[in-house]
T-cell receptor
Framework: KAGVTQTPRYLIKTRGQQVTLSCSPISGHRSVSWYQQTPGQGLQFLFEYFSETQRNKGNFPGRFSGRQFSNSRSEMNVSTLELGDSALYLC?????????FGPGTRLTVT | KNEVEQSPQNLTAQEGEFITINCSYSVGISALHWLQQHPGGGIVSLFMLSSGKKKHGRLIATINIQEKHSSLHITASHPRDSAVYICAVHNTDKLIFGTGTRLQVFP
């Protein structure tokens, strides 16, 4: 079975721009979670989608949003980028709480 | 105070040593995960446990629900075990992460 894939792997954006990141879960997994990892804050939960519905949300501003499609692929969007949004964004698909992480997208905001 | 605390933050060892990393949490959980992150960012889930003990090869994870404490042990450590080890707890359908333990094993 193919693992979790994320695209793009690296991205450089300018302050004020918006960005969309994509995550394809393992086939058969209906839950996709997104996480942000920064040197200062560590790993933090962004949101979780299950069957196209947001099931849970972390403590992030409304500039961070996401969605899930009928094939379980998920996207997250960050609008009006700030320097502090520079981070590694990880998604994970899960089956019965077992988490399978993607390689991450490293976003740099300049 | 963080809801998930790990110790130590940094750990160096000689190849062959027995290693223990500790995790304490203060919230109710349905499961606890031990994750491994190598330079470059990729995260691998090592264990998910909700009670007792699990073993995979040289890795052993234990959890004490009453004490709200878990340990990850590495027997006969090897330089390829060098990585950041992260404890995460499942709380109300989301993961809460510890700050990680950076392990370096020298030959």
């Amino acid at each position: 079975k193919a693992g979790v894939t994320q695209t793009p792997r690296y991205l450089i954006k300018t302050r004020g721009q918006q960005v969309t990141l994509s995550c394809s879960p393992i086939s058969g997994h209906r839950s996709v979670s997104w996480y942000q990892q920064t040197p200062g804050q560590g790993l933090q939960f962004l949101f979780e989608y299950f069957s196209e519905t947001q099931r849970n949300k972390g403590n992030f501003p409304g500039r961070f949003s996401g969605r899930q499609f009928s094939n379980s692929r998920s996207e997250m969007n960050v609008s009006t980028l700030e320097l502090g949004d520079s981070a590694l964004y990880l998604c994970a698909s899960s089956l019965r709480n077992e988490q399978y992480f993607g390689p991450g997208t490293r976003l740099t905001v300049t | 105070k963080n809801e998930v605390e790990q110790s130590p933050q940094n750990l160096t060892a000689q190849e062959g040593e027995f290693i223990t990393i500790n995790c304490s949490y203060s919230v109710g959980i349905s499961a606890l995960h031990w994750l491994q992150q190598h330079p470059g960012g990729g995260i691998v889930s090592l264990f998910m446990l909700s009670s007792g003990k699990k073993k995979h090869g040289r890795l052993i994870a234990t959890i004490n629900i009453q004490e709200k404490h878990s340990s990850l042990h590495i027997t006969a450590s090897h330089p390829r075990d060098s990585a950041v080890y992260i404890c995460a707890v499942h709380n109300t359908d989301k993961l809460i992460f510890g700050t990680g333990t950076r392990l370096q094993v020298f030959p």
